[in-house]
Structures are given as C-alpha cells and as structure tokens.
C-alpha cells in the first residue's frame, strides 16, 4: 500500500482546535495542497501567518527531527527556509491522535511570504540565474549538516531512479509517454548511472520543483516576483547526490518553456557562479534532470492508481 494512503485527514475545525490547544493561536486557517501530509495555512487575528504541518501516520520521529535541525543549520547562514515554532510545551514535535486511533506528529512552522514559481508565469533570465544562486547557497549551508535519518532508502532518490522507473512503467497509459520514458532510461543506464557512485554527496533539499520556490521582490512591474524568497517543504530532505537539487530545480522549470535549454543554462550559470560544478557533475545533469522528469511521471502513475480521487495527484 502507497504510503499517501496513510495522510492524515483532519477537517478545518480539528485542525482549529490543534493550533490553539498546542501553541495557543487563534485565526483563520486555510488548508494547502500536500503529497502525503496536510499543511493548514494559519493566519492569526493579529495578521502573523503560520504553517500547520500534521505528519503522515508513517513518518519516522527521526526524518522531522533531520528537518527541525535542518532548519535551524540553516538559519545559521541563510534566511531560505521556514523557523519551526515551538509549542506551549516548549516542544518542537507534538503528537496527536485522528478519529481512527492513529496517532501523527504534529509542528508549526514560520510562513515565507511569496507566490510559488510555479504561478508566476513570467521568468526573467534575472530570475532564473537567482534560482541557481540561491539553491546553491541552500546546498552551501546545508553541506556542514548531517543526520542518522538521511541515509535512508528513499524512492525520490536519485540512487533508486532507474528501479522506481522500471518498476512502475507498465503503469503509465499513454503509449507514447511510455515509450518515451523507456528511451530515456536506457540512456541513463548506459551514461548517467555508473557517474552517480563518483558524485558529491550531502544533505540535499531533493524537491525544488516550482511550487516550493517561493519569488517575491520588485515593485515594478519588470522586476515583480522575480527574487527567489525562500524554499518550503523539507519532506524529502535526504543525502544523496548534492547536484540533484539543481537538477530538480532545472527539470521543473524548463517544462512548457519554449527555449528549455536556455531556461536550464541561466540557473546553471547562477549555481555555479557559487558552487563551481565538476566535470562528472556536468556531465551527469542532463540524465539526472531527464531521471526526475522519468521518476516523477511513474510515481504519479502508481499514485494514482492507488488513490485515484487525490485531485494533488492529478
């Protein structure tokens, strides 16, 4: 069974009475799209904004701790992720039982103010050479940080990529996306995979796809949300292979671009203008960014299937 089966369901009214029984808040709250949690926008009557996070029912005490002291590493160098926000407790994890007796973890979390990449439809090339920078400065700090619960075996890690394709192929419908994901894997086989094991290793973020970069800046209307904010959503925070975020990064943000190559040469530029990338590192982008594109197309398959009413898995 997928592990989204098990996402906590709260309604508004429950999720009301956590933010104000746990860290005495009272205000509006509103629920955000999730993979396999629920996040709940929480704004308060005096204006400050929150993130609600209830953890899925199989999430590991360990990978939320990883991500608190992640945060807090971060912050240390950058102001690119959210601040956890202790309880009345004083604690940074809390944990509540749903209606069905499971139990989930619970945490709250400071709110970026920004608008997702991905409904900004105009991206400057200023833009995206500071998506680059800033993803680059992102996996700078975070190169000092590591935790016991990253090493773990992750099907969004690009080490698994070529299994978790293979495996969930036949999923896919449309033959000719089928087809197509079939040609590119063989090519990863033979060029990308075996350059993986000789890749910088460290603590990644693993999932900047455009709706979990954050732009804002600018009061004209040339440089209106055209500044990288921040990033959200440490859910598949690993250590794993330090250039894949970059990859993430370019093969979300070229899609649906009508020059993608350029798009992908101006975030390039900016994150090397910080971490200067080696030559294996170069070499391995394009598999990497095609391996992301492959998986994220077969695990939406077997999503689907397994909960097929999900409209974030659409």
């Given at each position: 069974m997928s592990i989204v089966n098990f996402a906590p369901a709260f309604a508004l009214e429950d999720a009301r009475r956590m933010v104000k029984d746990l860290y005495s808040l009272n205000g509006v709250l509103e629920q955000l799209p999730s993979e396999r949690d629920q996040n709940f926008l929480v704004t308060t009557e005096s204006g400050e904004r929150y993130v609600l996070k209830i953890a899925n029912s199989t999430e590991d005490y360990a990978m939320l701790e990883a991500q608190n002291q992640a945060m807090d590493h971060v912050a240390k160098h950058e102001q690119l992720l959210p601040l956890i926000v202790r309880s009345q407790k004083g604690e940074k994890i809390e944990t509540i039982r749903a209606m069905d007796g499971g139990t989930h973890f619970v945490r709250l979390v400071t709110y970026l103010p920004g608008i997702p990449m991905g409904n900004v439809k105009r991206h400057t090339p200023e833009l995206l050479f500071d998506l680059?920078?800033?993803?680059?400065?992102?996996?700078?700090?975070l190169l000092g940080f590591d935790h016991p619960a990253l090493h773990r075996d992750f099907y969004w890690d690009f080490a698994n990529g070529v299994h978790v394709i293979t495996k969930n192929i036949n999923l896919v419908y449309d033959k000719e996306?089928?087809?197509m994901v079939t040609s590119l894997t063989e090519c990863i086989e033979?060029?990308?995979a075996p350059l993986l094991p000789g890749l910088r290793k460290s603590t990644i973020h693993n999932d900047a796809n455009d709706f979990n970069i954050l732009l804002g800046g600018g009061e004209d209307i040339f440089s209106r949300n055209q500044n990288v904010i921040g990033f959200i959503d440490l859910g598949d925070l690993i250590h794993g292979t330090t250039v894949g975020d970059l990859a993430i990064a370019i093969a979300y943000a070229i899609l649906n671009k009508p020059q993608p190559l350029e798009t992908a040469a101006e975030i390039v530029k900016g994150y090397h203008s910080v971490i200067p990338l080696t030559e294996d590192e170069i070499a391995a982008l394009f598999g990497l960014i095609s391996m992301r594109l492959?998986?994220?197309?077969c695990i939406a398959a077997e999503q689907q299937m397994n909960q097929p009413g999900n409209g974030y898995l659409g």
């Open positions: 680059g920078q800033k993803l680059a400065r992102l996996n700078q700090a996306l089928r087809r033979k060029i990308t492959c998986m994220s197309v």
